[in-house]
């Protein structure tokens, strides 16, 4: 039988509304410190002033003063339009969440008298899982009588991680966790950048070459 375990759980569904809890987001008139340090709206530096004296400059440009950065001595203030930089940190966090990979591990049950077919079958699966980028838990699960006969299953889980051989990484070698035998594989780290190698050159002279 073949299992799938989720590692890190259900994703959380969240509006883009809660993942910004703007209570926690001063802008204009919330602004309670005394001295701010303030970037207008074309990143130059504006200079330390009072917030009320910001927020003037902020409203004859017809936008919001922002608390970026409030636990900076001073704090941080960006003169932007309020609406506009709630949708570009939601977008940030979308594409963020986006792009975290959800690590998953599948669980491939053996039997300690396997037969050939159902072995070949199920390291098949194994395999699949690793190039899908999965990680397996191959396990054996002993009943009864079967507990007196480990070194079987042992033997068969060491047998799976030796064809398997460089097709994936062993983080954990077979090993007894109460009635259970189980090892755990990973897929190999991928080499980026790694160029391939250009064909040899045939040795011997032009001459040689030509006849």
Do not use: W
């Amino acid at each position: 039988m073949l299992y799938c375990e989720n590692l890190c759980g259900p994703k959380p569904q969240h509006s883009p509304e809660e993942s910004i809890d703007k209570r926690f987001i001063r802008i204009n008139e919330r602004i309670r410190a005394r001295e701010i340090r303030v970037i207008d709206e074309t990143g130059a530096q504006l200079g330390i002033m009072q917030p009320f004296e910001a927020l003037k400059i902020a409203r004859e440009r017809g936008l919001d003063l922002v608390e970026i950065s409030p636990t900076a001595n001073p704090p941080v203030c960006r003169i932007q339009d309020y609406g506009k930089f709630l949708y570009e940190k939601e977008k940030q966090e979308r594409a963020a969440k986006k792009n975290q990979k959800v690590i998953t591990i599948k669980e491939v049950k053996f039997r300690i008298n396997v037969d050939e077919h159902d072995y070949e079958f199920k390291k098949n699966h194994v395999l699949r899982f690793l190039e899908q980028g999965d990680k397996v838990k191959a396990t054996i699960f002993f009943r009864g009588r079967e507990m007196t006969h480990t070194n079987l299953g042992r033997e068969v889980l060491e047998r799976l991680l030796k064809e398997v051989g460089d097709r994936a990484v062993v983080e954990f070698r077979p090993r007894m966790e109460g009635n259970t035998l189980h090892a755990i594989l990973a897929p190999p780290k991928k080499v980026e950048g790694k160029k391939q190698q250009a064909p040899p050159k045939p040795q011997g002279s032009p001459a040689a070459q030509q006849a």
